[in-house]
């Protein structure tokens, strides 16, 4: 059976975007308001030399703040349980928050290959920005736009090294 690797984050980080990028045509709902992905998406990714599961992950929402981080543990245990590789995507734009810290530290303790995905860095200027997530100890990082398909081969790339 193929690999499955599994896209967790905060609402509105763009896991949805980058679903449908990797995918290749529009299958989950992107939307401005935070967390519209509802329940679990799965597509087979078949374009690249070895095909894979993803799953994008989402919630009945929205959410109050303090439902955030119950809903963002739950995903992200449902995901360390169900994947072989987890895509853990936070927001250039917005930062490094709270919710990402705490789910940073739960993904630490699983033994499986975490991708930490800076999202929404659209162009070399926002590249600076992102230093920042360094902060949560890890070693390396993506910073990528799912929208405007930046950085994404690289992102493939290390992928397929590893499937
Ligand atoms: P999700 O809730 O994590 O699934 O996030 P979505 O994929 O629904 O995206 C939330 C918002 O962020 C939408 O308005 C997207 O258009 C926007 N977005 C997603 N990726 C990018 C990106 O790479 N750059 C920018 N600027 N916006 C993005
Ligand atoms: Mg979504």
């Not at 949805?16 to 967390?35: C, E, K, Q």
């Not at 955030?68 to 490094?96: T, Y």
């Amino acid at each position: 059976s193929k690999p499955i690797v599994a896209i967790v984050g905060r609402p509105n980080v763009g896991k949805s975007t980058l679903f449908n990028r990797l995918v290749g045509h529009r299958r989950a709902i992107v939307d401005d308001m935070p967390g519209v992905t509802r329940d679990r998406n799965y597509a087979t990714v078949n374009k690249y030399e070895v095909p894979f599961i993803l799953v994008d992950t989402g919630g009945f929402e929205p959410v109050t703040e303090d439902r955030l981080l119950q809903q963002m543990r739950e995903q992200s245990q449902l995901a360390m349980e169900e994947a072989d590789v987890i895509f853990f995507v936070m927001d250039g734009r917005e930062g490094l928050t709270p919710a990402d810290r705490e789910v940073a530290g739960m993904l630490r303790k699983v033994n499986k290959p975490v991708f930490y995905l800076v999202n929404k860095i659209d162009g070399e200027k926002l590249e600076l920005a992102s230093s920042d997530f360094y902060s949560l100890g890890i070693d390396s990082m993506h910073t990528i736009s799912a929208e405007h398909n930046r950085g994404i081969n690289d992102l493939i790339e290390e992928l397929m090294g590893i499937l």
